[in-house]
């Protein structure tokens, strides 16, 4: 187990230095530990800044997202991607990827907690077409709360948990931002929303559903029993191509 632990934290650095470089790694790895009084670095990634908050996971979310190229995928590079919606989107670096990859998309970014949601706008900044929603996502629009599970700043929950509460939310339906942007079609779904996946494929579904062409989704039945059954039952009746990739599912339908 602790062999295990090593080859995975080796295998981290080695990949974050061939990514960046040796100088650069140092320097990031540098400024991320330093005792001084910023509350964040800004650490350079295909020419843009991307703000990382020392002290919290947005540095774990970096290396996922850019490092380790978590969203990845190249089924869809036959035809264009218009629009992308990021569910439980954080501090906004999945859709800073998604829109760097597509750049001509426009993408839709969906984070409840308020103090990531800041960031998320901080991180898209200046891109054209990026939208950023200070909301949670579900099946109806209501007011929840919002959860603090122990684990960071990337798994504030909506679904009741252990944990303390920390708030509430207005809920948001995919609905509503089809209706808002008016959208006709949903190239790439990402959804990292901790559990409430379970509720948004058991409910109201079917009228958006059918307008996605590929969902990359994280399952959390750890958290909340029932996701993976909900997610699967919901587009069980759909021609599709499965990838895994790290914790992502990523679905590509073939019967657009």
Request: proline share 2%.
């Amino acid at each position: 187990m602790k062999r295990d632990k090593l080859n995975k934290k080796v295998y981290s650095v080695m990949r974050f230095i061939y990514r960046f470089g040796i100088v650069k790694s140092l320097l990031i790895g540098m400024a991320m530990t330093a005792a001084d009084a910023e509350a964040e670095v800004a650490v350079k990634w295909k020419g843009r800044r991307v703000h990382i908050r020392k002290g919290s996971t947005d540095f774990k979310v970096f290396k996922q997202v850019m490092v380790f190229d978590q969203y990845n995928y190249n089924g869809l590079n036959g035809s264009p991607v218009k629009t992308v919606i990021d569910l439980g989107a954080n501090v906004g670096l999945s859709a800073l990827y998604f829109k760097t990859k597509y750049p001509n998309a426009q993408v839709i970014a969906v984070e409840p907690e308020k103090h990531n949601y800041e960031q998320l706008v901080k991180n898209v900044s200046g891109f054209s077409n990026v939208h950023a929603l200070n909301n949670a996502i579900w099946y109806e629009n209501k007011e929840l709360e919002m959860y603090d599970g122990g684990r960071g700043e990337y798994a504030f929950r909506i679904v009741e948990a252990t944990g303390k509460k920390v708030g509430t939310t207005t809920c948001i339906t995919i609905n509503d931002i089809v209706k808002k942007y008016n959208l006709t079609s949903i190239d790439l779904l990402k959804i990292d929303i901790e559990g409430a996946e379970k509720e948004l494929f058991m409910y109201n579904y079917k009228d958006w559903l059918p307008m996605v062409r590929c969902v990359m989704i994280e399952l959390h039945d750890g958290d909340h029993p029932g996701c993976t059954s909900a997610f699967f039952r919901a587009i069980a009746h759909r021609e599709f191509t499965m990838f895994c990739k790290g914790e992502n599912v990523t679905i590509l339908f073939n019967d657009n």
